[in-house]
């Protein structure tokens, strides 16, 4: 990890006041994958002085190609990799109504997930907060990015009012190249440093497809009755049990607060019921009948062979109680 570095270059553009505004600056990147690791990577090489990242993955071999990661770090939670290569402050969490306090000590947000319900999260969060935040999504050749200025900006909700009914095309479905999401993490850094320097920045989305070099900015005007930005009705942040079906068809439920599960304690309740399981430092992994079972530190559950939501709320049920 790099621990010093010469940010000279930067003076001309920016002053040395400038560049001291930055390494005060905290700035907090949600996910840690595509996107997420490379924003942590160019926030680190501008100079911020604190990076926090929440992100719930391992690095998998599927990531080497769009990811900083290498394969060595196949296997390890992300955000310990960051960690050790960049001394960001990670949280092996997923972002949800319960879990949105890790986001209070940033000056900054920048979105590095891949689903709607969490930028949602994080929209509530920071219209409540007044905290600005960036929006990014990538896909196949292409991405968005919009700066969202509490109160100034039209925010996430105006642009998107609802959960979508069926499910958005993922890039485990539509494919994403690999020098997307680094153009897309560069253009959110940089809009990220324009706001950190106190710089005006408008209620826009910057588009772009790297396949027809088509580059465009459309003006988002604020929506006169977005349930979030105007009437404030922050429905998002209502602390609810969270059940999402993976891409890999397992199903993931998360509790509305974090709880506090004893690892070594569980494994014992496994051991009188006579189940046999893996037990690491942060999840332990079992199997119930024909679903494999996976139960986090945070109480956090993941399901493979569940038939239905139903049917994993009840593995949850039996297991963690709720």
């Not at 990661?69 to 960690?83: H, I, R």
């Not at 910057?206 to 922050?234: G, H, T, W």
């Not at 942040?237 to 199903?251: N, Q």
């Amino acid at each position: 990890m790099e621990l010093r570095m010469d940010f000279s270059r930067h003076f001309p553009i920016i002053g040395i006041e400038g560049q001291r505004k930055l390494s005060e600056s905290t700035v907090a990147v949600v996910g840690a994958g595509a996107l997420g690791s490379w924003e942590v990577y160019f926030l680190h090489k501008l100079g911020v002085g604190r990076i926090v990242v929440i992100d719930r993955d391992f690095v998998d071999e599927s990531d080497l190609p769009r990811t900083i990661y290498t394969k060595e770090d196949v296997g390890k939670p992300k955000v310990e990799v960051l960690k050790e290569r960049f001394g960001v402050t990670g949280h092996f969490e997923d972002l949800n109504p319960g879990t949105v306090g890790l986001l209070d000590e940033a000056d900054l947000i920048i979105d590095g997930t891949d689903n709607i319900y969490t930028r949602q999260v994080i929209n509530d969060y920071a219209i409540k907060t007044e905290k600005p935040w960036i929006y990014v999504g990538v896909l196949s050749t292409y991405g968005n990015i919009m700066p969202i200025i509490p109160g100034k900006t039209a925010c996430f909700r105006c642009l998107m009012p609802r959960l979508p009914e069926r499910p958005l095309p993922t890039c485990a479905i539509a494919g994403i190249m690999s020098y997307v999401p680094s153009f897309a993490a560069s253009l959110a850094v940089a809009l990220a440093a324009k706001i950190l320097l106190g710089e005006e920045v408008e209620s826009e989305l910057f588009f772009f497809d790297l396949k027809s070099m088509d580059f465009e900015k459309v003006r988002i005007p604020r929506r006169e009755d977005c349930p979030a930005c105007v009437r404030r009705e922050l429905t998002f942040l209502e602390k609810r049990i969270k059940i999402e079906r993976m891409c890999d068809g397992s199903i993931q439920v998360t509790p509305p607060m974090p709880m506090s599960i004893n690892l070594d304690e569980f494994a014992e309740r496994l051991e009188k019921l006579g189940i046999e399981y893996l037990k690491t430092s942060q999840f332990i992994q079992f199997e119930d009948d024909y679903a494999e079972i996976l139960v986090f530190k945070t109480g956090r559950m993941v399901i493979r062979g569940a038939e239905d939501e139903k049917e994993a709320k009840n593995f949850f049920a039996r297991y963690l109680g709720g």
